[in-house]
């Protein structure tokens, strides 16, 4: 029987389903030391135990006075006072003796021998000094019930004589990971395993909202053993975390026993990634089923159990940090699902920020490491369009945001190194990449979705790298090459050349399987360009018309035997392990507007490619040549 979806209703029911069904779930309230209570959330009000100070404390190093006899003291008339009759010395924090109502810092007293001392201002009653409860007054509510505990909390409390506190204890979470093909980090996955890390990815946002965290052992999809740790995790939960399962395959069986062991609140939610969650009900307990594709797990972790966790400590989840956002392009999307897309964001001299979209897909974990914020798309819309602007969920600092620089364009596996120089070296901004092609590089560099393209595009007819699509792209526009390197590009074969390739004409044999690039990329132009020298037409190559999207990608293709062949840079080669044949040299340059000649992040990353350190790690990558690298030309077209 095949299994669907119950009626998906849309996230703001959702939450609002959860928060109402649980409204009254609290945690246990416990008693800790007030010191160790940073980032716990009070029970109940606290109350000053003490005055601080509980005395008239001197706010100053001075002498300690009385006002009266200051009076009209002046420069042509100074006052003299006797040490221990009409002033006593006083550090900050001592008590004044009563006698005396006001103080004189060290800096303003003359002392003209051991007994006397002279002052040349006067000053008014209880000047520098505390009084008593200036700090906090006995009996007085410090802090309120169901606040989060900060520093200074801890600080003042203390200082109040509150030394134990009463919170909300720790939500107990207990993730049960379930799957057939799952092995551990530590293994080492063969063909048809996967590494199990959602429950650690689950699990450290957990901790930083509060909760404590329990991970199961991976339990295989029987459906006897996961209703056993379910039952079990119930008794010593707060929350029950399923992970994966929520779907409705034929090895799925979370809904069947959530349905049987208590109630579904829902099954499904209009949002994209992240759709199918189950939430339920067992034993009076919140159980989320979450979906296996990581991006989903984490997105529905965020949107649905964080509001829970803050909801059991007795406060509102804080809401998310977000800016507003333009897109210079269409953007598709689905009416009806609200997406959370991801985004690197630029931030332009109209103090404003663009999103440029990542690749989607809930199982692209590379892209969320790239992004900067989580775009959020309407259900109602059926996409956006050029200058349309949407809110998004920053993942980083805004001043990083707008410091950093973004890389739009062909892949190279230098621009790594560089990245990784410029954290190292305490830069103040980052080199973010999105991989897509030159051609797409361009494009994006065109609309102003970046600050630079990477592009190594050849002109068949001059020989010339990228001046021909500049030339076509940037019309009156004054644009900058800057020479990253010159690099090697050959065919990437399996070890040990088991079909005997030796040229590009060995690509004409039908027992040969080749992978492409991508349409734009600069080594699909030279491919096409090496198969035009040679009079090979493409529907002669196997594969022509198969793509990967970058170096590395189609480098692991040929090593793990999907292809025969593929042609791209000898670095990638000499990361997967697979023998290289080379056929050209080309260069790589980085593109940008001359308008931004003169930033400093721009100036910064020209100096750091013209070290000569940086060179030799370049070239020590492998199939690198750096005999330009940094040099600089400006096109006015």
């Known amino acids: 029987m095949v299994k669907k979806y119950l009626d998906k209703i849309s996230l703001a029911d959702a939450i609002n389903k959860l928060k109402n069904n649980f409204k009254s779930s ?106 008593i409860g200036e700090s906090a007054v006995k009996g007085n509510l410090l802090v309120p019930a169901a606040q989060r505990l900060k520093d200074y909390d801890i600080g003042a409390l203390l200082e109040a004589g509150v030394v134990e506190v009463e919170v909300y204890q720790k939500p107990q979470i207990t993730i049960i990971p379930t799957g ?27 901790r930083k909202w509060g909760a404590k965290v329990k991970i199961s052992e991976i339990i295989p999809d029987q459906k006897q053993l996961i209703e056993k740790a379910l039952i079990e995790a119930a008794v010593t939960s707060d929350i029950i975390i399923i992970l994966s399962g929520s779907s409705a395959g034929r090895g799925d069986y ?35 089923g979450l979906p296996g594709y990581p991006l989903s797990a984490w997105l529905d972790n965020h949107l649905f159990i964080r509001e829970l966790i803050y909801q059991l400590q007795g406060v509102e989840a804080p809401s998310f940090n977000q800016i507003e956002a333009k897109v210079n392009r269409k953007v598709t999307s689905d009416i009806g699902l609200e997406e959370f897309l991801r985004v690197n964001l630029i931030f332009d001299t109209n103090d404003q920020y663009t999103a440029i979209p990542l690749k989607r897909g809930s199982s692209a974990m590379e892209s969320i490491l790239k992004a900067d914020g989580i775009m959020r798309i309407a259900e109602n819309k059926e996409g956006m369009h050029s200058g349309d602007k949407a809110p998004v969920i920053l993942l980083k600092e805004r001043n990083k945001i707008k410091n950093d620089l973004l890389l739009i364009g062909s892949h190279d596996l230098s621009l790594d190194l560089i990245r990784n120089q410029l954290r190292k070296r305490g830069y103040n901004f980052d080199l973010k990449l999105q991989t897509v092609g030159s051609m797409a590089g361009l494009t994006a560099l065109r609309r102003n979705e970046s600050q630079l393209a990477g592009a190594h595009l050849l002109d068949p007819e001059t020989g010339e790298y ?129 308008e931004i000649l003169d930033y400093p992040q721009i100036q910064d990353l020209i100096n750091l490619i013209k070290q000569e350190e940086i060179k030799n790690k370049i070239e020590n990558l492998g199939g690198y040549q750096c005999r330009k690298t940094g040099e600089i030309r400006i096109l006015d077209l």
């Not at 404390?57 to 001075?62: E, F, L, P, S, V």
């Not at 009266?68 to 924090?93: F, I, Y």
């Not at 208590?262 to 989320?288: D, Y």
């Open 254 to 288: 979370t809904i069947d026993i959530l349905r049987e062991k208590g109630e579904i609140l829902f099954h499904g939610v209009n949002i994209m990634p992240g759709k199918p969650l189950i939430a339920a009900e067992v034993e009076t307990k919140p159980v989320f």
């Open 466 to 594: 990228n001046i021909k699509h500049l030339k076509d792209l940037f019309k009156g526009s004054k644009m900058v090459i800057l020479n990253l390197v010159h690099r090697k590009q050959g065919l990437y074969l399996k070890k040990g050349n088991p079909k005997g390739i030796s040229n590009i004409n060995d690509l004409i044999d039908k027992d040969v399987n080749y992978v492409n690039r991508q349409r734009g990329a600069g080594t699909r132009v030279l491919f096409d360009y090496l198969l035009e020298q040679n009079d090979i037409a493409p529907v002669q190559i196997n594969g022509y018309t198969k793509e990967e999207f970058t170096h590395i990608a189609a480098a692991a293709a040929v090593g793990r035997g999907s292809a025969d062949a593929a042609l791209g840079i000898r670095a990638a080669a000499e990361v997967m392990d697979v023998d290289f044949l080379p056929l050209a040299e080309e260069k790589y340059d980085l593109i940008f507007r001359e």
């Open 180 to 206: 057939d093909e799952l092995i551990e980090a530590a293994g080492t996955p063969e063909k048809g395993e996967l590494v199990e890390f959602n429950s650690q990815m689950v699990r450290a946002a957990l």
């Open 26 to 131: 609290r945690t246990d309230i416990e008693k800790i030391k007030t010191a160790e209570a940073e980032g716990r959330i009070t029970a109940r009000g606290i109350k000053a135990l003490r005055s601080a100070p509980d005395y008239y404390a001197a706010a100053m190093d001075g002498i300690a006075v009385k006002a009266r006899m200051t009076e009209g003291a002046s420069e042509r008339n100074p006052v003299q006072l006797k040490s221990g009759l009409d002033a006593v010395e006083v550090d900050t924090g001592d008590p004044i003796p009563e006698q005396f109502n006001s103080v004189i810092k060290i800096e303003e007293v003359n002392q003209i021998d051991r007994n006397t001392y002279s002052i040349e201002k006067g000053v008014p009653p209880w000047h520098n000094i505390r009084s």
